[in-house]
């Protein structure tokens, strides 16, 4: 019903930077939020950054002031802009969008990028 597609991640030197993409298709009526997840191996899964269909902006206390989360809500869109990257920043990335779309409202996600920071 709903497919989200990632991309952007990749391998990047300690400093540097990346912006990542995820699209959402399929029969949308309405994005209500789109966001990025990210877990490292043997770790929990967390939050790295959500952005309502309004604007509103919630990120992960490790990130802020290095990533930036926007949205394109004509073209279902979320960008994760990555600067000043760490290696504990090294995860797969997942993109997460709660969207109604037919008849009913669901989480929906992405197939995970892998980002990897090297020091």
């Known amino acids: 019903q709903v497919q989200l597609v990632e991309s952007g991640g990749g391998l990047v030197q300690a400093g540097g930077s990346l912006r990542l993409s995820c699209t959402a298709s399929g029969s949308i009526v309405k994005v209500v939020r789109m966001g990025w997840y990210r877990q490292a191996p043997e770790k929990q899964r967390e939050l790295v950054a959500v952005i309502t269909s309004v604007g509103s902006i919630n990120y992960a206390d490790s990130v802020k002031g290095r990533f930036a989360v926007s949205r394109d809500n004509a073209k279902s869109t979320v960008y994760l802009q990555m600067n000043s990257l760490k290696p504990e920043d090294t995860a797969v990335y997942y993109c997460?969008?709660?969207?109604?779309?037919?008849?009913?409202?669901?989480?929906?996600w992405g197939q995970g990028t892998q980002v990897t920071v090297s020091s």
């Open positions: 997460n969008a709660f969207i109604f779309a037919g008849s009913s409202f669901r989480d929906y």
